[in-house]
């Protein structure tokens, strides 16, 4: 059983950054991939960014503004999140699952999500 908990959503303006991170527990956190999803109201959750114990992949809308990082020692999993737009706006939520995951796949433990709100 894995526990995460996300923070670091806020309200902020375009162009702007912002970091989230998610505390993982209750398991050895090098066991799992692990990611960022986001979900904006009337829209679908998209996959955003995960990391595969240091191998990290992106979904075609935040490369190059976006970076998952995660710090094994500390069980934290944070995504750096540059040049936001008011498009970026959603809530955020991070989720685990044992294994090599890409992120269409089933990710079995999900966090409560912080939300990130960005004006124009």
């Known amino acids: 059983q894995v526990q995460l908990v996300e923070s670091g959503g806020g309200s902020l303006q375009a162009g702007g950054s912002l970091r989230l991170a998610c505390v993982v527990s209750?398991?050895?956190?090098?066991?799992?991939?692990v990611g960022w999803f986001r979900q904006a109201p009337g829209k679908e959750r998209e996959g955003v960014a995960i990391?595969?114990?240091?191998?990290?992949s992106y979904a075609d809308s935040v490369k190059g503004r976006f970076t998952i990082s995660r710090d094994n020692a500390k069980n934290i999993l944070y995504l750096q999140m540059n040049s936001l737009s008011p498009e970026d706006t959603a809530m955020y939520y991070c989720?685990?699952?044992?294994?090599?995951?890409?992120?269409?796949?089933?990710?079995?433990?999900w966090g409560q999500g912080t939300q990130v709100t960005v004006s124009s």
């Open positions: 989720a685990a699952g044992l294994g090599w995951l890409r992120l269409r796949d089933h990710f079995t433990y």
């Open positions: 209750g398991d050895r956190y090098s066991r799992y991939s």
């Open positions: 990391d595969r114990d240091g191998a990290a």
